[in-house]
């Protein structure tokens, strides 16, 4: 069976078991555990399946001298795409203007936020600090740049220029033909990681009760969601190709990847999901998808871009009683979408680190109103991370097409 159709029927076993556990404190408790494990597991298979085939596809790639493109092209596509939904978060908030619902976490400490952002930020940066090599590949989990940074300079040193390289070339490339038999069993099983994941959102915002009280902001949320990958991710997408390619094509095989995104809301552990769709979905080559998606997973953070300048718009509203002038959004849109650029350092909260940096940059102070992002994290986190995978699947595809390297695959062959 499609893993589409699998990672579907595993969202709705989710929504399920939320609404048979209903309000028992026990049942979330234990499906919390459950869905940490599951996305701490693709977390730690994530980041030795990067290494090997980020390090592989770097040197494939300069071998035949088409890194140039590929990582321009999916630059290129992390640019447009981040940009455009940022302006569509403003387009959005100013057709339907809705205040930000009060939720549990609304009255935590005004710092809380802060701390959690400064702590990310210090942590990104001391990981960054040159050390060893051998202990910043074991303490790349949730950031990913480190490990990215020593594998790239790996397969610089890899790249096939002479007799004596090639062996060692050749072994890594065989070593990264295992990492995608590992990933392919990942995605072919990733319905277990959808279920218990989708299970601990939908209970926990079952038990918020937030969306249930005031339902407005969420489905502004999630209808923009449905607009930005039915008809703008498709358009750009097209116009990316040339209109040479059917976008809905790549939209539907991309859903493996989206649903795992939008259950699990971190970007790292589904990184195996994406390469793997990438390549026996797309009909991406390995040694772009290899690099593409890992990049993009950075970069690409167009969805949560999205989701962080909704909400701090309808924050703006709900603390001043009153929308906002189009010019504060389109400055905090704009300043949401340079951020979202730096949001890796923060991998399953980006939305709140994109949002409390913007604050501090523009020096607007909500004196702790942001704090109700926390209680609904879940949905407002899922969605992001599900269009950043489709942008990430998406783009590795465009990168392909740059290259002109990319195939059709048939449909029973997708997995």
């Known amino acids: ?25 026990s049942a979330l408790s234990v499906i919390s555990g459950l869905s940490s494990f599951m996305v701490n597991l693709g977390v730690c298979i994530a980041i030795p399946v990067l290494v090997v085939t980020f390090a592989s596809g770097t040197a494939s790639l300069r071998k035949d001298r088409m890194g140039g493109k590929a990582i321009s092209a999916s630059i290129l596509w992390a640019l447009a795409t981040t940009i455009v939904f940022s302006l569509a978060a403003v387009i959005l908030s ?37 050390r060893n090599v051998f202990l910043t590949l074991a303490s790349s989990t949730y950031f ?58 939908f209970l926990s915002l079952y038990q918020e ?3 249930q009280a005031a339902p407005r902001f969420a489905v502004m949320l999630a209808s923009g969601a449905v607009v930005l990958a039915a008809a703008f991710i498709p358009l750009l997408f097209a116009i990316f190709t040339g209109f040479k390619k059917n976008p809905y094509k790549v939209l539907y095989r991309s859903l493996p990847a989206a649903i795992a995104g939008l259950a699990a809301g971190n970007s790292v552990s589904i990184l195996t999901i994406e390469e793997s769709t990438a390549r026996y979905n797309l009909g991406v080559q390995k040694r772009i998808s290899s690099v593409a998606v890992p990049v993009l997973s950075i970069i690409g953070k167009g969805g949560s871009a999205f989701v962080a300048a909704a909400a701090m718009i309808s924050l703006f509203q709900a603390t001043t009683g009153s929308a906002p002038t189009l010019s504060v959004m389109l400055m905090a849109a704009g300043i949401a979408a340079i951020v979202s650029f730096a949001s890796s350092f923060a991998v399953g909260t980006e939305a709140i680190f994109i949002t409390v940096l913007t604050l501090r940059i523009l020096g607007i102070n909500l004196y702790g109103a942001e704090n109700a992002i926390v209680a609904i994290l879940p949905l407002i986190s899922g969605i992001g991370i599900m269009l950043d995978a489709i942008i990430a699947t998406a783009g590795s595809n465009i990168a392909a097409t740059f290259v002109g390297t990319d195939i059709d695959v048939p449909y029973k062959d997708i997995l």
């Open 1 to 25: 069976m499609k893993t589409w159709i699998t990672y579907i029927a595993a969202l709705l076993m989710g929504l399920a078991t939320a609404l048979i556990f209903g309000d028992s404190s």
């Open 144 to 201: 990913i740049v480190p490990a990215v940074i020593v594998s790239w300079i790996l397969g610089i040193a890899l790249k096939p220029s002479s007799d004596i390289i090639r062996p060692a070339y050749t072994t890594m490339n065989s070593f990264s033909e295992v990492m995608y038999r590992i990933s392919r069993t990942c995605t072919v099983y990733g319905f277990f990681l959808v279920f218990a994941s989708s299970a601990y959102s």
């Open 209 to 211: 009760k937030t969306i």
């Open 94 to 130: 100013s057709l339907f203007p809705v205040s930000f619902p009060v939720t549990s976490t609304a009255g935590n400490p005004q710092e809380m936020l802060s701390n959690h952002v400064s702590y990310m930020l210090s942590s990104g940066y001391s990981a960054l600090y040159p």
